[in-house]
C-alpha cells in the first residue's frame, strides 16, 4: 500500500492542525495505522495508532487529550487532528500502515511495513 500525508502547515501555539494520508491499494480496512513524528538527529517516535476496525486506538502520552486519531476505510483515509498545538510538536509527521495482527496497537516504528513520505508540522510561539 502506498500512503501520502497532506495537512501539515505552520501554526501558532495553541492553534490546531488535521493531518491526513490517503492510502492506495486493496487492503487498507485490514491495516493498522500509525502517525510518528521526528526532528533532526531525534529517534522518529510513536504518536498515535488505530486498529483496522477503527474502534481501538493508542496515544502517546504527550499529546494525549489533545491529539485524535481517526479513520474511514470507505475513503482509505486515516486522520490526525491536532489541537492546542505546542512548540515541541515540531516534526516531520510521517503516516504508517502494517496488516493488522493480534489486539495490541503497535507502537514501535519497525512494526510498520509502509511508509508515506511525511508532512512537516510548524508550531511557533
Known amino acids: 500500500v502506498q500512503l501520502l500525508e497532506t495537512g501539515g502547515g505552520s501554526v501558532q501555539t495553541g492553534g490546531s492542525l488535521t493531518l491526513s494520508c490517503g492510502a492506495s491499494?486493496?487492503?487498507?480496512?485490514?491495516?493498522?495505522m500509525g502517525w510518528f513524528r521526528q526532528n533532526p538527529g531525534k529517534e522518529r517516535e510513536f504518536v498515535a495508532g488505530i486498529k483496522w476496525l477503527g474502534g481501538s486506538t493508542d496515544y502517546a502520552d504527550s499529546v494525549k487529550g489533545r491529539f485524535t486519531i481517526s479513520r474511514d476505510n470507505a475513503k482509505d483515509t486515516v486522520y490526525l487532528q491536532m489541537n492546542s498545538l505546542k512548540v515541541e510538536d515540531t516534526a516531520v509527521y510521517y503516516c504508517?500502515?502494517?496488516?493488522?495482527?493480534?489486539?495490541?496497537?503497535?507502537?514501535?516504528?519497525?512494526?510498520?511495513?509502509?511508509w508515506g513520505q511525511g508532512t512537516q508540522v510548524t508550531v511557533s510561539s
Open positions: 491499494g486493496r487492503t487498507f480496512d485490514l491495516m493498522d
Open positions: 504508517a500502515a502494517r496488516y493488522s495482527s493480534g489486539n495490541i496497537i503497535a507502537s514501535r516504528q519497525e512494526e510498520y511495513d509502509n
